[in-house]
C-alpha cells in the first residue's frame, strides 16, 4: 500500500513564500504530482515529477527526493487567490500497464493580507 | 478542446436505490478513472478504465462498479446506496504524452444520500 503525509493546514501572508512539504511510501513509484483544489471546484494539474530535482513553473515550483521519498511545492509571491487546497498524488506502478494514482488529504492555505 | 464532462453535477438520493453517474473524458483521452472525495478521507481512486477494460481498482465495496464504452465515456455505479456513499465524486481522463500521464478532472458530481 502507499502512505502520503501532507501538513492538514498552513497560513501565509500575501506576497511571501510558502512551502508545502509531501513525505510518501510506496513500492512502485511512477512519478508524484500535486494538485490545486478550490472549495467546492474539481483539481486541477500544477505539477509533476519523476526525476529528483527542481521543476519551475512561474510562480509555482516542485521538488522530488525519490531515495528519502519527499517533496515539496513552493509558491512564490503568493496571491490571496492561491488560497486552496494543494494535493499530493503518488502514481504507483501496479503491473505491466497499470498504474494508480494515490492522494493525500490535502494541505488547506490560507493567504492573509 | 472541450474538458472533462460529468452529469448530473448533483444528485439527491434515498438509502437503498441505486444510481448511475457519467462522465465523458476530452477529446483523444482513452482512460478514465473514478474517485470519491469526502472531508474526512479525501479522495479515494475508485477504478480506472482503459479502452473499455477495467485495469485498476481501489479498495470499495462490489456495491460500486463502472464500465467504459467504446468512444471512452464512463459511467459508474453504485446500488444499495448507504449515509456514507454521500460524496463529490470525480472523473479524470489521460492521457500519456512523451511518458508523462496528466490526469483531468471533471467537475464532479454531488451525491447526497437521505
Known amino acids: 500500500g502507499q502512505n502520503i503525509d501532507q501538513p492538514t493546514e498552513m497560513t501565509a501572508t500575501e506576497g511571501a513564500i510558502v512551502q508545502i512539504n509531501c513525505t510518501y511510501q510506496?513500492?512502485?513509484?511512477?512519478?508524484l504530482f500535486w494538485y490545486q483544489q478550490h472549495a467546492g471546484e474539481a483539481p486541477t494539474f500544477l505539477s509533476y515529477?519523476?526525476?529528483?530535482g527542481l521543476e519551475e513553473k512561474g510562480r509555482f515550483s516542485s521538488f522530488l527526493s525519490r531515495s528519502k521519498g519527499y517533496s515539496y511545492l513552493l509558491l512564490k509571491e503568493l496571491q490571496m487567490k492561491d488560497s486552496a487546497s494543494y494535493l499530493c498524488?503518488?502514481?504507483?506502478?501496479?503491473?505491466?500497464?497499470?498504474?494508480?494514482?494515490?492522494f493525500g488529504k490535502g494541505t488547506k492555505l490560507s493567504v492573509i493580507p | 478542446k472541450a474538458g472533462v464532462t460529468q452529469t448530473p453535477r448533483y444528485l439527491i438520493k434515498t438509502r437503498g436505490q441505486q444510481v448511475t453517474l457519467s462522465c465523458s473524458p476530452i477529446s483523444g483521452h482513452r482512460s478514465v478513472s473514478w474517485y470519491q472525495q469526502t472531508p474526512g478521507q479525501g479522495l479515494q481512486f475508485l477504478f480506472e478504465y482503459f479502452s473499455e477494460t477495467q485495469r485498476n481498482k481501489g479498495n470499495f465495496p462490489g456495491r460500486f462498479s463502472g464500465r467504459q464504452f467504446s468512444n471512452s465515456r464512463s459511467e459508474m455505479n453504485v446500488s444499495t446506496l448507504e449515509l456514507g456513499d454521500s460524496a463529490l465524486y470525480l472523473c479524470a481522463s489521460s492521457l500519456v504524452r512523451g511518458g508523462q500521464e496528466t490526469q483531468y478532472f471533471g467537475p464532479g458530481t454531488r451525491l447526497l444520500v437521505l
Open positions: 498524488a503518488v502514481r504507483d506502478r501496479r503491473g505491466a500497464g497499470s498504474y494508480q494514482l494515490t
Open positions: 510506496t513500492s512502485g513509484f511512477n512519478g
Open positions: 515529477n519523476v526525476l529528483d
